[in-house]
């Protein structure tokens, strides 16, 4: 009896040994996938060679775009009958750049740094991905978020397919709670902003209706539900162009977007829609 004891003792210990080794290593791979920089992640640096050619040729799109819409204005296209359109392909490095130095001149950086650090965003085809250096815990990595960018009608499908942990996808329930968490600041803020949305005497958008705007689009990506299709294009540190993205599509490193600017009457209903909501 003795000896059976002992048998059945020594495998328990050489089972639990076991089981602890493997605990250990999948800790360490999963920590290593944690720590691993994904291959897409490629933040714009103010300190690259290319950053200033990169920002201007994005800022120089946008100026392209607010002058259509200037001229669409003052033309005398009748309502409804506007069918200039503006095809616009933005490159990932492009984008970042001018969103780097946008942050820098209107001092928003430090509002977001301490949660999230060299931000950036990525295109894959059919997929917008944001990234950044962020802290999980005891570690350091770069947490991405993976959204399926689908054009259907007059709305846009900008769905989460999953968020990662460097190359380690992470379990929905783990981060659920964070969405639940973000839809409710961005919604608390979404008042005050709706107050203060307005457009100039010439057609351009302030900086609280481009918040709104994009605010609107965030949340509809975080509950997955249909996007509207209208947005307000930055095109400079406090106005922006109310446009309609009339087609986007998703392809390796850039975007492209045919956008159509709204006329006085649309920018009129956009304002009475948002004014309506609670």
Not at 83 to 100: G, K, S
Not at 137 to 148: L, N, R, T, Y
Request: with cysteine; hydrophobic share 50%; glycine share 6%.
């Amino acid at each position: 009896m003795k000896v059976t004891v002992k048998k059945w003792q020594k495998k328990t210990l050489l089972a639990t040994g076991i089981i602890a080794v493997v605990a250990l290593v999948l800790a360490g791979v999963v920590a290593a996938m944690a720590k691993a920089k994904p291959s897409f992640y490629r933040p714009a640096s103010m300190a690259s060679a290319d950053f200033e050619e990169s920002a201007k040729r994005m800022e120089d799109k946008l100026i392209e775009l607010r002058n259509l819409a200037a001229e669409m204005q003052a033309s005398t296209v009748a309502s409804g009958a506007m069918t200039t359109r503006y095809v616009l392909t933005i490159t990932q490095d492009e984008l970042n750049a001018f969103l780097l130095k946008w942050a820098e001149l209107n001092a928003v950086r430090g509002s977001y740094e301490r949660y999230a650090r060299h931000p950036m965003i990525g295109f894959e085809p059919g997929r917008v991905i944001f990234a950044a250096e962020t802290t999980m815990g005891p570690i350091d990595c770069i947490s991405s978020v993976h959204a399926a960018l689908e054009q259907k009608g007059d709305t846009l499908n900008l769905s989460l397919e999953k968020v990662q942990a460097g190359r380690l996808t992470v379990p929905r329930a783990a981060w659920q709670g964070q969405v639940d968490r973000a839809t409710g600041a961005v919604r608390n803020q979404l008042r005050g902003w709706r107050d203060e949305a307005r457009f100039d005497r010439y057609g351009a958008a302030n900086d609280a209706l481009a918040k709104v705007m994009a605010a609107r689009m965030l949340l509809a990506a975080l509950e997955g539900v249909p996007a509207d299709a209208r947005a307000i294009i930055p095109v400079s540190a406090s106005r922006g162009v109310a446009v309609r993205l009339a087609a986007v599509t998703v392809g390796e490193r850039e975007m492209t977007v045919t956008l159509v600017p709204l006329d006085a009457n649309e920018r009129t209903a956009l304002l009475s829609t948002l004014k309506a909501q609670d």
